[in-house]
């Protein structure tokens, strides 16, 4: 079993910055694919990031550059860097796991974009 705990989400401004981390645990890191999804009540997850275990990264459209994933495999954490955010940014962003046929999911951490 695989443990995710998501942390860095907050109340920001439009415009500003978050850096979200995902710290996980329970098996070899640095083989999983890992990601960060985001999802808004009433609408389905989305993808935000993935990036696997070389380094190799995707976005989804929306970002539009303003989204930053990374991964450092020492300390078994993800991160994803928010800039220019937008109030349709608003969302519960979760992160995720693909090793072999499992897939893991951590809590979530919230972020508000508002003035």
């Known amino acids: 079993q695989v443990q995710l705990v998501e942390s860095g989400g907050g109340l920001v401004q439009p415009g500003g910055s978050l850096r979200l981390s995902c710290a996980a645990s329970?098996?070899?890191?640095?083989?999983?694919?890992m990601g960060w999804y985001r999802q808004t009540p009433g609408k389905q997850r989305e993808l935000v990031a993935i990036?696997?275990?070389?380094?190799?990264?995707y976005y989804g459209d929306f970002v539009k550059g303003r989204f930053t994933i990374s991964r450092d495999n020492a300390k078994n954490t993800i991160n994803l860097q928010m800039n220019s955010l937008k109030p349709e940014d608003t969302a519960v962003y979760y992160c995720?796991?693909?090793?072999?046929?499992?897939?893991?999911w951590g809590q979530g951490t919230q972020v508000i974009v508002s003035s």
């Open positions: 990036i696997d275990s070389s380094g190799t990264t």
């Open positions: 995720n796991a693909l090793s072999g046929p499992a897939r893991y």
């Open positions: 329970g098996s070899i890191f640095s083989s999983y694919v």
